[in-house]
């Protein structure tokens, strides 16, 4: 017993038991579980770029990227501006992305020089200056000269709405690519293929000379050094990496929920991505693939099954008090471990 | 000292566009202040016992809401309420505080982020509590404190019987004298206390303790090699941080007079940091008088930018915006330039 | 009857031996000198007496201690300044914030009871500043100190620190042995003299002293008496008057090296200069090199000794452009850009930091991943070519592994174990191999063999010295146990405050050494 949770890991062991006994009284309580399984999908795939924002961070040595909504910033106003000039489809998501990808390698750059500047208290540090640029944003929101009426208040009020509707642009497209049925369950083979890809970008780029001079920055800054390494140029590239990972991410997850969030929705982005991928059992310092899908997995099955389960056998708010709790437990958990041990 | 200057400049120009009575502004921010100081004043310690901005002061304010639910199920109100709300949290925080301190003990270089998080995992536990336990594991005997279904705290509990206690504890009113009629508007009673506080505090800086603690946070090493228990002085400062905090969100919500269970206590943390930092302190030296100074400016910050927002942009929206921009924006500020310091005081090759 | 008695005391660091049966005492009022090279054991054996937590953390120790007779067991620096020790450091123990009151009294504050002490405990009584001031005046005035006591210890210069320092531990009412760790190295040389003068008035108090220096001038100058330790043992413990400065240096440093003094003849030295630095500057904190010149011959060993702190350890770092540097480089011919490690590697020069856990591994990366970066970042070796893309070449990666882990005889439980949990020496034969894959023609090696056991330091050194012979590599190999430096080297430089001292060969005398390493004139020791 003991050997098995040291060699899942204690965070895992314990989600994983927990899950079992989610899906046990999902059951019991006659819960369809292929309706489960299809959301699991679908919320997998909503997600995981985002988690995948998180691992250039980490190797490249800034750890956590708390300033994920640097990135979402980006990647919401690239939609923005493909539904202003109303574009819709694949033409729609591909030109966001575009926009999209490209503010968020000028910001990341600038964001990765500042980390630059403050080695040692990238994770506070970035989780403020997030703070901070979400809610200059939400001013930019209020002024933004934005004119098609499916983002701006229909009358009264200022600046763009809360939730834009996307049922006109971009909703589904990935979602509905190529999409088939095992059963009843659904299968998004669009946005499963689509993070595949970046996945596999992100592990081709983890094994080439350059992905590796960046892990090896990150994970011993003085070894790179000594090894020829410009190590504040590793840092800078994992940061715009991470930053441009964000952008995408939060046009896929927008597609998928069919609106975009607006306002002070990006705020607390950074903590189910970083809990994430430490449930999937990456360190501060160490994160790889098989993090993300083993992290998001469980992650995302806790709140799909947790949801239904709970209120039936209690309050709404419930499912919502979970993530809360595990996520920031995760992260708790990775803060006060010592180096060198596993998650 | 750069900061206030900067952010006096930015209050008296702001003010400007408000076109709010002087009169109304000062009322606003006598009422303000004696209801954040001590929250503001709870953050003290724990920078000079070289833990940093101390973000889990917000279990310290659950605590003290714990605290107001009770005497609230036992309606009992009026001056006893709050005292025993007082004594009632004391026990609660000084638990939380030191479990935090415990942790943070073993996050050394990690605290703020570490207490960060803490503050958020400790908000789940909390809902966790009060919306799936009260009523079933815990009995309520108050049923109004219920939600309809009979099981979990309302969202808003009516604080009306402790409404003013200490605001209001010397009932000046009954005196027939203009004076004191006029001295009845403020709430004299919570200055007096805050002013105990910082008089406490003060004391305590200047005790062995206090001493420990300074040479705590200036040195770890030197600290420990003159024996000086560093791991016990650093919990104790955060249990007395946790503790400040907890009697300052009583006194927050005695002055409101109602509290949202699940939201007043979520701010109290970011609210408290940045007033500090607004008042030029730092992540490593804070005194009772950034403390003071800092609540001042950030809260008539607060007060004006929405009508300030209105007035300039047309915009209410803006100022709202802007005042959590604020907030934000100066801790981020801190924090950069801060580790900035860091890098500095280095020598060069010239030197040799 | 003696002060203190140290009884047979021994002590293990893991794997390692670092004291080993070492006993000596020292009598009320009495200057005793300590004397031992780097790594000799002075420091365990303090840290020992003074109760450090790093002893209990590692397993305690062996061996009685008695203080006036009585059974002494430290467990923590408390339970030493109970008895009346007193230390101080190496660095300065000092708040730079506090003021010399403060200071001097830190954690021994002078407090008055209040009301609310009286409910909460002691610890909340009030800071009798008047007092602490008075005490702090009285102890500073006992140094013939007159200075303000409420002047903060930030920026006050470095003499003055020390001073306060011993004022500190002499405030200690029952003070009765004070332990000075290398207490002139920071002082100028006026300072340093009426350091000594203070020294000498404390004895008179009756408070022994143990005195922990390397200027052995000094040592002779001001102790009665003198105990001197290498390698964790005892070699003498003698009466100053008895013993020359010549005599000390010898013993510290001498040792029967067993000459197995590597068949000379079949290695060839050429006349051509391989490396040529001329007035080399490095800013490495702690190991200053301030002006070096040095030659380096194409297929020697260089040895480069030292004691700790003087800059030896600064050379290579600096060569390497691992730590800020001002000069002339020649290799070969060609000059070297300096603060550039990249160009360093490029010129075909290889670096084992002596920091190899920090700056030589990557702990959390396996072994074959550790032993193939290198070549891979600089050289681009272990790729294949996709298109563009240059991606890692595993199966190449993995057979070179499997070579290095068979040739250097690397105990491992395969090429995939990360290299944090491998033993001190199979860690340093990972980064030779790491070294070895960029086939470099200079190699520069600092402290190969520390915290190393006896057996695989000998594996290092040999492994070395095949380089050298079978490939000829040229050796410059850095490091604080002179005895491997004879061992191994052609010739061996010896530097002192962070210039090169002398350069003897490794047969030259014992005394010889010793006097350089303490800073004495060459000329002085050639006579």
Not at chain 1, 134 to 149: D, E, G, N, R
Not at chain 2, 304 to 313: D, V
Not at chain 3, 7 to 26: G, H, M, P, Q, Y
């Amino acid at each position: 017993m003991k050997e098995l949770i040291n060699k899942v890991g204690f965070p895992r062991f314990i989600i994983s038991v927990f899950l079992i006994c989610l899906i046990m009284l999902a059951i019991y309580l006659k819960i369809p579980l292929s309706g489960l399984i299809s959301d699991i999908l679908v919320r997998f795939g909503m997600n995981a770029i985002l988690v995948l924002a998180m691992i250039p961070g980490i190797q490249s040595g800034i750890g956590l990227n708390f300033n994920i909504p640097l990135g979402i910033i980006f990647g919401l106003i690239g939609a923005l501006i493909s539904i202003e000039f109303q574009l819709s489809g694949f033409t729609g998501l591909f030109v966001s992305i575009i926009i999209a990808v490209s503010l968020a390698i000028i910001a990341g750059y600038f964001y990765g020089k500042m980390l630059n500047k403050i080695k040692g208290d990238e994770m506070t540090v970035g989780n403020y200056v997030g703070y901070s640029i979400v809610s200059v944003m939400c001013i930019f929101w209020l002024v933004a000269p934005f004119t098609s009426p499916e983002l701006i208040w229909a009358y009264g009020g200022n600046g763009l709405r809360v939730t834009v509707s996307l049922e006109s642009s971009i909703a589904h497209v990935l979602n509905d690519f190529w999409h088939f049925y095992i059963g009843s369950v659904r299968i998004p083979t669009g946005l499963l293929l689509f993070f595949g890809f970046c996945a596999f970008i992100i592990w081709i780029y983890s094994r080439s000379s350059k992905g590796l001079s960046m892990i090896v920055a990150g994970s011993n800054p003085q070894f790179a050094i000594s090894n020829g390494i410009n190590v504040d140029k590793q840092r800078i590239k994992g940061t715009i990496i991470s930053t441009v990972l964000a952008a995408i991410g939060i046009i896929i997850y927008s597609q998928a929920f069919g609106f975009l969030q607006l306002y002070n929705a990006p705020l607390y982005s950074a903590m189910p991505a970083a809990a994430a991928i430490l449930i999937g059992g990456a360190t501060l310092k160490k994160a790889t693939i098989i993090h993300v899908l083993v992290g998001t997995v469980l992650f995302q099955s806790l709140l799909v099954v947790a949801l239904p389960v709970v209120n039936i056998v209690a309050e709404g708010s419930m499912s919502e008090v979970i993530r809360t709790i595990v996520s920031n437990g995760i992260i708790l958990y990775a803060l006060t471990r010592k180096e060198g041990e596993l998650a | 000292m750069i900061v206030p200057i900067v952010f006096l400049v930015i209050c008296i120009v702001g003010s400007f566009f408000t076109g709010l009575p002087g009169g109304f502004l000062v009322n606003e921010m006598i009422v303000r202040l004696s209801r954040n100081l001590i929250l503001v004043l709870s953050l003290l310690l724990p920078v000079i016992t070289g833990l940093g901005l101390n973000f889990a002061i917000t279990l310290g304010a659950m605590a003290g809401q714990i605290a107001l639910i009770i005497i609230t199920n036992f309606t009992i109100g009026g001056t006893n309420g709050l005292l025993l709300s007082l004594l009632l949290s004391t026990p609660f925080a000084i638990i939380f505080g030191f479990i935090v301190g415990k942790i943070l003990n073993k996050a050394t270089g990690k605290e703020m982020i570490t207490s960060m998080v803490l503050g958020f995992f400790a908000n789940g536990i909390y809902q966790l509590v009060f919306l799936l336990m009260a009523g079933t594991v815990f009995p309520i005997r108050n049923e109004s404190l219920l939600l309809p279904s009979g099981v979990g705290i309302k969202n808003t509990v009516d604080l009306a019987g402790i409404k003013y206690s200490l605001d209001h504890l010397i009932p000046f009113d009954k005196i027939d004298l203009p004076f004191f009629q006029w001295l009845s508007e403020y709430p004299v009673c919570t200055f007096l206390f805050t002013l105990l506080i910082f008089i406490l505090m003060g004391y305590f800086l200047k005790t062995k303790l206090g001493q420990d603690m300074r040479a705590v946070g200036q040195n770890v090493e030197v600290a420990a090699v003159s024996g000086i228990n560093v791991e016990k002085t650093r919990v104790i400062s955060v249990v007395i941080s946790t503790v400040l905090a907890a009697w300052g969100q009583i006194i927050f919500l005695q002055n409101i007079g109602t509290m949202n269970t699940y939201g007043s206590h979520v701010q109290v943390g970011l609210f408290a940091v940045a007033s500090l930092l607004v008042g030029g302190a730092t992540v490593e030296k804070a005194s009772w008088k950034e403390a003071l100074i800092g609540t001042f400016l950030f809260h008539f910050l607060f007060v004006i930018s929405p009508l300030a927002g209105q007035n300039l942009f047309g915009n209410a929206q803006i100022g709202e915006y802007f005042r959590v921009f604020i907030a934000y924006g100066v801790i981020g500020l801190a924090l950069v330039l801060h580790a900035w310091e860091k890098d500095k005081a280095k020598i060069t090759i010239s030197d040799i | 009857m003696d002060l203190l008695q140290m009884k047979n005391i021994s002590k293990n660091f893991a794997e390692n031996r670092v004291l080993n049966d070492v006993s000596f005492s020292i009598k009320e009022g009495e200057v005793h000198g300590l004397v031992g090279e780097n790594g000799a054991g002075k420091s365990t054996l303090m840290n020992i007496l003074f109760g450090m937590p790093v002893i209990q953390s590692t397993g305690g120790y062996e061996g009685e201690i008695h203080i006036n007779g009585k059974t002494f067991n430290p467990t923590s620096p408390d339970n030493a300044m109970d008895a009346g020790i007193g230390m101080v450091h190496q660095e300065f123990m000092l708040i730079p914030g506090f003021t010399i009151t403060e200071n001097i009294k830190l954690n021994r504050e002078k407090t008055t009871p209040t009301f609310l002490s009286k409910i909460f405990g002691k610890r909340l009584e009030k800071l009798d500043l008047k007092s602490m001031a008075k005490d702090a005046k009285a102890a500073l005035k006992k140094l013939d100190m007159d200075i303000d006591e409420y002047v903060p210890v930030a920026g006050l210069p470095v003499g003055y620190m020390q001073f306060i320092e011993i004022a500190r531990e002499i405030d200690k009412t029952q003070l009765k042995l004070l332990i000075l760790d290398e207490p002139t190295a920071v002082l100028t040389e006026s300072e340093a003299t009426r350091f000594l003068e203070v020294i000498k008035k404390l004895s008179n108090l009756g408070i022994a002293i143990l005195f922990i220096s390397h200027r052995l001038d000094e040592i002779k100058k001001i102790t009665d008496s003198i105990t001197i330790i290498r390698d964790g043992e005892v070699v003498k413990t003698i009466n100053t008057d008895d013993i020359e400065i010549n005599e000390i240096a010898g013993l510290m440093v001498g040792r029967e090296i067993e000459l197995s003094q590597k068949e000379k003849d079949e290695r060839k030295i050429e006349d051509e200069d391989i490396l040529d630095i001329k007035n080399l500057k490095v800013n490495m904190p702690g190991e200053l090199v301030k002006g070096l010149n040095l030659t380096v011959k194409k297929g020697e060993i260089l040895g480069i000794g030292g004691l700790a702190g003087q800059g030896k350890i600064g050379i290579a770092n600096g060569i390497m452009g691992l730590y800020e540097a001002s000069g002339t480089i020649i290799k070969q011919g060609k000059k070297l850009l300096l603060n550039n490690p990249k160009e360093a590697l490029h010129s075909s020069i290889a670096f084992l930091s002596e920091d190899r856990r920090g700056v030589g591994l990557l702990l959390d990366h396996s072994i074959e991943f550790n032993i193939a970066f290198s070549s891979l970042e600089v050289q681009g070796k272990f790729l294949k070519k996709i298109g563009s893309l240059k991606l890692i070449d595993s199966k190449a990666v993995r057979k070179h592994a499997l070579k290095m882990i068979e040739d250097l005889d690397i105990r491992c439980t395969g090429p995939k174990q990360n290299t944090r949990h491998l033993s001190g020496g199979n860690q340093q034969k990972v980064c030779i191999a790491r070294a070895l894959t960029l086939e470099p023609d200079l190699l520069l090696v600092s402290e190969p063999t520390r915290g190393i056991d006896i057996g695989a330091k000998n594996l290092v050194l040999d492994t070395l010295i095949s380089l050298n012979k079978e490939f000829g590599v040229t050796i410059i190999i850095t490091s604080s146990e002179l005895g491997e430096l004879r061992q191994i080297s052609d010739r061996i430089a010896i530097i002192y405050d962070g210039k090169v001292a002398g350069i003897l060969p490794p047969n030259a005398s014992d005394v010889d050494f010793g006097l350089l390493m303490a800073g004495e004139d060459i000329e002085k020791v050639v006579d």
